[in-house]
């Protein structure tokens, strides 16, 4: 099991960005599929982006593509979500997730971290 720290949320403004970072206990993350997801009250967690162990492909929900990034940093055991031209309903609480297969889709994570709060101003 890989223990999972999100860090990065925050209050921001609408137009604002952030930084969430990842960071992983041990020494495998390199060997795992990086995805985060976002849950909003009342409603169901959704996946967000991901990004695979090998060969760095990416995959993204649709309504974030070309304003979030994921990106990952084997040597340091943390992941990255870049979050730019957020807006109101952006917000939410974020959290990262692994699993051992290459696959991107939004299943079969089994490595949570506790989350971090995003919540974007009018």
């Known amino acids: 099991q890989v223990r999972l720290v999100e860090s990065g949320g925050g209050l921001v403004q609408a137009g604002g960005s952030l930084r969430l970072s990842c960071a992983a206990s041990?020494?495998?993350?390199?060997?795992?599929?990086v995805a985060w997801f976002r849950q909003a009250p009342g409603k169901e967690r959704e996946f967000i982006a991901a990004?695979?162990?090998?060969?760095?492909?990416?995959r993204y929900k649709e309504s974030v593509k070309g304003r979030f990034t994921v990106s990952r940093d084997n040597d340091q055991s943390t992941g990255y979500l870049e979050m730019t031209s957020l807006k109101p309903e952006d917000s939410a609480v974020y959290y990262c997730?692994?699993?051992?297969?290459?696959?991107?889709?939004?299943?079969?994570?089994?490595?949570w971290g506790p989350g971090t709060q995003v919540t974007v101003s009018p």
């Open positions: 997730a692994l699993k051992k297969s290459n696959a991107l889709g939004p299943m079969d994570y089994d490595n």
């Open positions: 041990g020494r495998t993350f390199r060997t795992y599929t």
């Open positions: 990004i695979a162990w090998i060969g760095g492909r990416t």
